[in-house]
Nanobody, 124 residues
Framework: QVQLVESGGGWVQAGGSLRLSCAAS????????MAWFRQAPGKEREFVAT????????DYPASVQGRCTISRDNAKNTVSLQMNTLKPEDTAVYYC?????????????????WGQGTQVTVSS
């Protein structure tokens, strides 16, 4: 049974930082592209960051480019998202995601496995 368990969410003031972590089990982690998505109330789930199975390739949308860094540790089966200079519009539930057929995953419909999500709230 595949499990993706996120941690590290919480409340932070605008301009602050948070680090999200995701622990994976039940899958060959090093073979999966990993990603973070987020979903704010009333909005669609959107792509935040992705990393290739080896960790060599990373990609971000313009909305978080330069403020977020995704990383992974294939020895520990974990993927992390460092978020800096947070803005109120970053408030959302953040989800860890895994996809086994591609080098990266940017589209929610392509995700094979989802975590349960962790809430991030940024106050102004």
């Amino acid at each position: 049974q595949v499990q993706l368990v996120e941690s590290g969410g919480g409340w932070v003031q605008a301009g602050g930082s948070l680090r999200l972590s995701c622990a994976a089990s039940g899958l060959t982690f090093r073979s999966y592209a990993m990603a973070w998505f987020r979903q704010a109330p009333g909005k669609e789930r959107e792509f935040v960051a992705t990393i290739s199975p080896s960790g060599a390739y990373k990609d971000y949308p313009a909305s978080v480019q330069g403020r977020c860094t995704i990383s992974r540790d294939n020895a520990k089966n974990t993927v992390s998202l460092q978020m800096n200079t947070l803005k109120p519009e970053d408030t959302a539930v953040y989800y860890c995601a895994a996809e086994g057929q591609s080098s990266v995953v940017r589209t929610a419909s392509h995700v094979d496995y989802w975590g349960q999500g962790t809430q991030v709230t940024v106050s102004s």
